[in-house]
């Protein structure tokens, strides 16, 4: 069963502590604390013994991705979710090349991120869906995703919706190995050193 101890970090106070009510109101989530800096919130993780950290990666204006790597020297194990305004492409590439568990815009609705971070909880990556379309887009004109073949554009999407190799192939019906074999190929293509950087897709 799923405990969430969560940490929220944001600059704007209303936002922050909205977000935490609404979060305390869920059932698998056990405690909610805010922060105005990441800095604060990185020294309440072993306090509060955080489970999953919510943080605006922009807090100041500029990109905090350095602390990612600071979270998780101080608990490898958490969960770190990023939760922002920003929507131009550039940005969402940037921020999951980072060692992170989900990505989501704030326009969002409440309970599209409440299943969300129920999966991340889970062990699942998650992109919200507008972030990714958008994330898609920049993939496909920098790395050159019309190369794909038919089949491997098919892997493709159920790579991004969390499929195994193993999944894939019963959907398929083909051979793990050859299931692989597509993966390994569509990688080296899209130049993807890790399939977890792959953005997730979820139908709404």
Same mark, same amino acid.
């Given at each position: 069963?799923? *405990?969430?101890?969560?940490?929220?970090?944001?600059? @704007?106070?209303?936002?922050?502590?909205?977000?935490? =009510?609404? $979060?305390?109101?869920?059932?698998?989530?056990?405690?909610?604390?805010?922060?105005?800096?990441?800095?604060?919130?990185?020294?309440?993780?072993?306090?509060?013994?955080?489970? $999953?950290?919510?943080? &605006?990666?922009?807090?100041?204006?500029?990109?905090?991705?350095?602390?990612?790597?600071?979270?998780?020297?101080?608990?490898?194990?958490?969960?770190?979710?990023?939760? +922002? !305004?920003? *929507?131009?492409?550039?940005?969402? $590439?940037?921020? +999951?090349?980072?060692?992170?568990?989900?990505?989501?815009? @704030?326009?969002?609705?409440? !309970?599209?991120?409440?299943?969300?971070?129920?999966?991340?909880?889970?062990? @699942?990556? =998650?992109?919200?869906?507008?972030?990714?379309?958008?994330?898609?887009? =920049?993939?496909?004109?920098?790395?050159?995703?019309?190369?794909? +073949?038919? =089949?491997?554009?098919?892997?493709?999407?159920?790579?991004?919706?969390?499929?195994? &190799?193993?999944?894939?192939? @019963?959907?398929?019906?083909?051979?793990? &190995? +050859?299931?692989?074999?597509?993966?390994?190929?569509?990688?080296?293509?899209? &130049?993807?050193?890790?399939?977890?950087?792959?953005?997730?897709?979820?139908?709404?």
């Amino acid at each position: 069963m799923i *405990d969430a101890r969560i940490i929220v970090v944001d600059e @704007k106070r209303l936002f922050r502590e909205g977000l935490c =009510r609404m $979060l305390y109101q869920l059932s698998w989530v056990s405690s909610v604390v805010g922060y105005n800096t990441v800095e604060e919130g990185i020294k309440a993780i072993h306090q509060y013994e955080a489970n $999953l950290y919510i943080m &605006n990666p922009f807090v100041g204006g500029e990109a905090q991705y350095a602390f990612v790597k600071e979270i998780r020297a101080h608990k490898p194990g958490i969960k770190i979710v990023l939760l +922002t !305004d920003f *929507d131009d492409a550039d940005s969402i $590439l940037d921020a +999951t090349q980072q060692h992170i568990n989900g990505y989501f815009s @704030k326009s969002m609705a409440f !309970d599209k991120f409440e299943v969300y971070l129920h999966e991340v909880m889970e062990g @699942k990556y =998650r992109l919200s869906e507008a972030l990714g379309s958008l994330l898609f887009e =920049r993939l496909v004109k920098k790395n050159s995703a019309d190369d794909l +073949t038919a =089949r491997e554009k098919v892997i493709y999407q159920m790579m991004r919706k969390g499929y195994t &190799n193993k999944e894939i192939a @019963k959907q398929l019906s083909i051979s793990t &190995n +050859t299931a692989r074999n597509h993966v390994s190929s569509i990688m080296h293509k899209l &130049n993807i050193s890790s399939r977890y950087r792959i953005p997730e897709s979820q139908e709404d």
